[in-house]
């Protein structure tokens, strides 16, 4: 089975497509993505992928997350994401992926799987992983600390997005800099406790990274920035 998904997947591969992301995600020496290697797949096709191959198991997932190939990595996180919505098994599925954080490697990898498989796990249950996470020197686990408090947020839930962008807010990273500003933002967006919460966070934490603020009040009025500044 694991012979004929990448077998399929080479087919569907795109070598232009792939030039234009490897430079986007940056996987030249030194930038943050080095090595990673892209067949030029669009996300679309990658899920109908996950769909057509959710029978793979978890050691064939094991297989695709440790690959150099970011498309497997990225079809493995789908199929994960199906299988914890359909399968009794949710805490298999969720220490799976937090054993395998170093193979979560970048931005897109993050974005699209920590609010569905660690979000919504946690939702009911204790959190200090994120705040381990959060405190990680590896960039890509303090943007799963962060970027998995967006399920939360869609529940109403600001307390640990905030503590954990109290953490991160001055992160010399600008990836986590977008990221903990996008949460700020999503806050804000709900209702007018958010926005007051939000508002508050930015009083008492400046000055914050310029790109922090940039995207925490994309949606602020000219006004309302001048005066938190």
């Not at 978890?58 to 990595?73: A, G, N, V």
């Not at 199906?82 to 298999?92: F, L």
């Not at 001055?170 to 933002?185: E, M, N």
């Not at 994309?218 to 309302?224: A, C, I, M, P």
Request: glycine share 4%; with cysteine; charged share 35%.
């Amino acid at each position: 089975m694991l012979n004929k998904f990448r077998k399929e997947l080479r087919k569907l591969g795109n070598k232009k497509k792939a030039k234009l992301l490897q430079r986007y995600f940056k996987t030249g020496k030194g930038e943050y993505g080095e090595g990673d290697i892209f067949l030029g797949i669009v996300v679309p096709k990658q899920r109908e992928i996950a769909k057509k191959y959710y029978s793979l198991n978890m050691k064939q997932l094991k297989k695709l997350i440790d690959s150099k190939i970011h498309e497997e990595r990225m079809i493995a996180l789908f199929i994960l994401i199906n299988k914890y919505k359909t399968t009794n098994h949710k805490k298999i599925i969720f220490h799976f992926y937090i054993k395998n954080t170093n193979r979560i490697n970048n931005w897109d990898l993050v974005d699209l799987s920590a609010p569905k498989l660690v979000g919504t796990h946690l939702l009911d249950k204790e959190r200090s992983i994120l705040y381990k996470l959060a405190k990680s020197e590896s960039l890509w686990e303090r943007r799963i600390a962060i970027i998995s408090t967006f399920e939360f947020i869609r529940h109403n839930d600001f307390k640990d997005t905030l503590k954990i962008a109290k953490i991160l807010c001055q992160d010399k990273h600008d990836l986590i800099q977008k990221a903990v500003g996008w949460a700020l933002r999503e806050v804000g967006k709900k209702g007018e406790e958010g926005k007051k919460l939000e508002i508050k966070f930015l009083k008492e934490n400046k000055p914050l990274p310029s790109v922090l603020f940039s995207y925490a009040t994309e949606k602020f009025s000219k006004f309302e920035k001048a005066k938190l500044r």
